[in-house]
């Protein structure tokens, strides 16, 4: 015997799916578009995937040079990458301070 379900004109949709990830530094959640994606250059060098479209492993954070002090200390960088070579900040670092993103 197949049970049959009603379709309850009470239901209400559910809102727009937003992706969420986490900061590897502060392991704060927010929506993808509050943080940004860093990415595995050659060097060992991180660099900011502004759009988010390079291939292979990224690393997410907020834009704030708090978080990503604190990703340094706590080595979360090379764990979210995968790799044990130490790795290069400056030009993260750089970009945050000429960033128009506000802190956090």
């Known amino acids: 015997m ?7 004109a009470s239901t209400v949709a559910s809102p727009l799916h937003v992706p969420e ?3 590897v530094g502060c392991r704060g959640k ?3 578009s509050q943080l940004l ?3 595995l250059a050659s060097g060992p060098v991180l660099e900011v995937d502004a ?5 292979g492993r ?3 954070i907020h834009p704030d040079p708090g978080c990503l002090s604190l990703a340094e200390r706590r080595r979360a960088l090379g764990r979210a990458l995968r790799t ?3 790795l290069d900040a400056a030009p993260v670092r750089r970009w945050l301070e000429q ?4 802190a956090g």
């Open 2 to 8: 197949r049970l049959r379900t009603r379709k309850d």
């Open 21 to 23: 990830r986490t900061c």
């Open 30 to 32: 927010a929506p993808r």
């Open 37 to 39: 994606r860093l990415v």
């Open 51 to 55: 759009r988010a479209t390079r291939p």
């Open 58 to 60: 990224g690393a997410w």
């Open 84 to 86: 044990s070579a130490p």
């Open 99 to 102: 960033s128009p993103h506000p």
